[in-house]
Every structure is written in structure tokens, then in C-alpha cells.
């Protein structure tokens, strides 16, 4: 597997990215990662090398790279709930000030980067995100239906709220499967709002899963970090792995 941090050329800047590509010629199909608020990190990479390891090329960019380049907070922080909680204020504004159309630009921005690396197949992409990042994922999925075949989000916050510019509005432009991967008992997801946006992509027809994992919080993916829940990682690798081999399967060599 070759593994590299890159820098991608933005319409508003510079994002700087881990690339992890497998071995061989390829082609790979491509996934996109998007990251938690916390940026790139060791943990993040770890993460995108296992998808690489199953025969996918994966571009993980700093979607927050507006507020600075990685490693945003100090990652040593991050298993401290108290340190945590103050690590988020911080990037909060960072997340607030990433709307619809800024990750519209961006993601065009990744596709065509992801699309240029030699041995990357040419077809659709999936993307992933975690935390905001997931929310941010079925905000690219929505503005490049035709290029994102499908998505898979884990502990995403405020998919469905009652602001004009919400993602669950905008869910009918979705072609490809979808996967919902929701923290039990999180604020920033309630079972009213999962019901919202289960309402929309059923209204929508879109082909979606939704699913609530109990006793796993917000967050409950990372390992680095204090809300970490070993079930809840597991059982998210199960589904992730079980919707690329749907919707996007590796070629067999």
C-alpha cells in the first residue's frame, strides 16, 4: 500500500489530504473519507488504510482546511472528555462556517484530484464521513449524485433540522444507496430527527438504511478519543464494508 499525505488545489485555497492507494495497477475504485471535527490525524489514517487495504483508493482531505492546515487541535488531548469538550469549541466556528455550497466546491475539488492519480477507476465514487463529516458527506452525495454512487455516515450530527439549508431537504437528488449509522442518545441526532430524515428518503425513494446503535455515543468510532465505544466500531466496519461490496465491489484480480 503506497500512503502520502497530499495537497489539493482548491477554488479557495489549498486542502491538504491523506492519500492511501492499495498495491497494483488497479483500477481502484475510490472512496472519498471525510474526517470528525478533530482533522486528520493518526486515527483517521489508520482508518482510510483499512479501506484501502480491502482494494480501495481513498482520499481523506481536511475538509476544515480553511481554518488551517493539520493537525488542527492537539490530538494527545482528545481521550480527556473536559480537554475534548474545549478541543471542540475551538473548531467549532470552523464547522459552522463550512456550508452546502463551500463543500459543493470542495468536493469537485477531490473527485477530480482522487480521479487524477493513476490506477483510480474512472466510474463513481463512495464517500464516507464521520461526526460533521458525515454531514458534510450527504451534502456531496447531494451536489454530485452523478459522481458519488454511494454514502455511509456514522454518528453524523443535524442531518435533519429546521433550518432552510438542512441535508435531509436536498435528499431526492440521491441515485445511490445510502447508510445511516446513528449514535444512541445524541443531541445532535434525535429520534425526531432521525425520524425526519427517514421520512424524507422514504418520501424521496432513495434505497437507504438508518439504524440507531445502542450504547454507543457520539463519536463512538474513534479511538482517540473519549467517546469511543468498541461495539459501535466494530459493528460500523460490518456495515461500511458490507455497502462498498454493494454498491461499489472491487474488481477481482
Known amino acids: 500500500m503506497h500512503k502520502t499525505m ?11 489530504a491523506y492519500l492511501a492507494m492499495p498495491d497494483g495497477g488497479g483500477p481502484h ?4 473519507m471525510f474526517m470528525d471535527a478533530f482533522g486528520l490525524r493518526p486515527r483517521l489514517e489508520e482508518m482510510a488504510d483499512r479501506i484501502a487495504g480491502r482494494g480501495y483508493a481513498v482520499l481523506a482531505p481536511n475538509i ?7 493537525p488542527l487541535v492537539d490530538t494527545a488531548e482528545l481521550a480527556d472528555p473536559e480537554k475534548r469538550g474545549k478541543a471542540f469549541e475551538k473548531i467549532f466556528p470552523m464547522v459552522q462556517a463550512l456550508d452546502a455550497p463551500a463543500v ?11 480521479h487524477e492519480q493513476a490506477g483510480v477507476d474512472a466510474g463513481r465514487v463512495a464517500i464516507v464521513g ?3 463529516g458525515g454531514t458534510n458527506a450527504l451534502r456531496a452525495i447531494e451536489a454530485h449524485p452523478d459522481r458519488i454512487g454511494a ?19 436536498a435528499v431526492a437528488a440521491i441515485t445511490g444507496e445510502a447508510y445511516f449509522g446513528h449514535a ?16 424524507a428518503l422514504d418520501a424521496a425513494g432513495v434505497t437507504y438504511t438508518s439504524e440507531r446503535y445502542e450504547g454507543a455515543p457520539h463519536g463512538f468510532t474513534m479511538s482517540d478519543t473519549a467517546m469511543y ?19 461499489l465491489p472491487v474488481p477481482a484480480r
Not at 475504485?29 to 472519498?32: A, K, M, N, Q
Not at 476544515?64 to 493539520?70: C, D, F, N, V
Open 29 to 32: 475504485p475510490g472512496v472519498l
Open 64 to 70: 476544515l482546511y480553511r481554518g488551517g492546515r493539520s
Open 104 to 114: 459543493a466546491r470542495d468536493t469537485t475539488s477531490y473527485l477530480d484530484f482522487l
Open 6 to 16: 497530499v495537497d489539493v488545489p482548491t477554488q479557495d485555497g489549498v486542502a491538504d
Open 184 to 199: 444512541d442518545n445524541d443531541s445532535s441526532m434525535t429520534p425526531e430527527q432521525i425520524a425526519t430524515l427517514e421520512a
Open 151 to 169: 454514502i455511509g455516515t456514522f454518528h453524523a450530527g443535524r442531518l435533519a433540522t429546521d433550518q432552510p439549508d438542512s441535508p435531509h431537504l
Open 130 to 132: 464521520y461526526c460533521m
Open 229 to 247: 465505544n468498541q461495539a459501535g466500531e466494530q459493528r460500523h466496519w460490518v456495515n461500511l464494508f458490507a455497502l462498498l461490496d454493494r454498491a
